[in-house]
């Protein structure tokens, strides 16, 4: 029996193995695809101590990082993922898609999570050519342009408020009447000179040739369009979170989110921990992701020591 297993390997994932390979834990890292999902990305610039890095290449750095412990204490099984996860004698079981399995004393869910998609006609075809995903990471790139943000929810709020920084307009198209965010922070976001509310409303078609030049929203209730001449289209409609295995085991949230102590990603079930978005955790990036899973390294390695 291993000491630790890893499920996921994207930045807490990846982290988790680093810092388990050091500590001198045995432990084994399963994951449908090492990278996580910014690697889709053509450049990352907040990933702390380099400038910019294309997704492609923070893929490559993540494996030569983590293949640098392998085959010592720490064993990686790539291209494969863990279809349940349950409780055994004095630990864990996984079992994956391709029928092995894996025991280990602790168990780390990295496992993230996935966007809700844009699903209307023009979405896929334009993603990443004007509908993105993610505000911190390409908002920058909408400087001076006017863009749209889809879902009126926090996280959509959050973005426009976030895009309101660089873009010369900001629609926010959100599918109630009302905003249920607190009042001070939707209110000031509102009022912002540069920002504008569809509200009832949800989109149709997102427009373009190259790139997106625009986004058709129908009312609700009248069955009106409209055509919004916007060249950015920031989707916020929600995540679903990677934890179908996990379901029965441990504490999730309404929405799936692994709970989890923001002290030391402990979750509900004693040997488990969990880190970055698979978890309830409020905010999204890969630093914190890799910070997280670094956390609950910490306190795995001190309750392994403790409880062997
Ligand atoms: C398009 C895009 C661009 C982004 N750009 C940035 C950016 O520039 N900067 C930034 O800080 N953040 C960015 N983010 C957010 C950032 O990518 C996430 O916060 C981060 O990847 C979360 O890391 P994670 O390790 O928790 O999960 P993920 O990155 O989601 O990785 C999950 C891992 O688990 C694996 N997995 C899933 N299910 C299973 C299973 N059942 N069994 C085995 N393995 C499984 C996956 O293959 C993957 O390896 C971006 C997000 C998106 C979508």
């Not at 380099?50 to 490559?60: M, S």
């Not at 025991?103 to 004007?130: C, H, I, Q, W, Y």
């Not at 000179?193 to 009312?219: C, I």
Request: aromatic share 6%; glycine share 12%.
């Amino acid at each position: 029996m291993k000491d630790l297993i890893i499920i996921g390997g994207g930045p807490a994932g990846v982290a988790a193995g680093v810092y388990a390979a050091r500590k001198r834990l045995t432990a084994t890292l399963i994951a449908e695809e090492i990278g996580g999902q910014s690697t889709v990305s053509d450049g990352i610039e907040n990933w702390v101590g380099t400038v910019r890095i294309a997704g492609e290449d923070l893929k490559k750095s993540f494996k030569e990082h983590l293949h640098a412990y392998k085959q010592d204490v720490l064993e990686v099984i790539e291209g494969d993922r863990v279809e349940s996860l349950e409780k055994t004698e004095g630990g864990f079981t996984a079992t994956t898609r391709d029928g092995k399995t894996v025991t280990g004393r602790a168990v780390l869910l990295a496992s993230g999570a996935g966007r809700k998609k844009l699903l209307v006609p023009g979405a896929d075809t334009f993603e990443n050519k004007g509908v993105t995903y993610c505000a911190s990471c390409d908002g920058p790139m909408f400087s001076g342009q006017d863009v749209a943000v889809v879902g009126g929810g926090n996280a959509g709020l959050e973005t426009a408020a976030q895009l309101l920084a660089y873009a010369k307009s900001v629609t926010l198209i959100h599918r109630h009447a009302s905003f249920k965010g607190d009042a001070i922070t939707v209110e000031k976001i509102l009022s912002h000179p540069n920002m504008r509310t569809v509200l009832n409303a949800e989109p149709t078609a997102v427009l373009g040739e190259k790139f997106v030049n625009g986004l058709t929203v129908k009312d609700r209730d009248s069955g009106e369009e409209t055509t919004l001449p916007v060249t950015g289209v920031f989707v916020e409609i929600g995540v679903i979170p990677n934890t179908d295995f996990a379901k029965g085991l441990v504490e999730l949230d309404a929405v799936g989110r692994v709970v989890t102590n923001a002290r030391d990603q402990h979750t509900s079930v004693e040997g488990i921990w969990a880190a970055g978005d698979c978890t309830d955790e409020l905010y999204h990036q890969n630093n914190i992701a890799a910070g997280d899973a670094v956390k609950a390294l910490e306190d795995i390695y001190q309750w392994l020591m403790k409880t062997r």
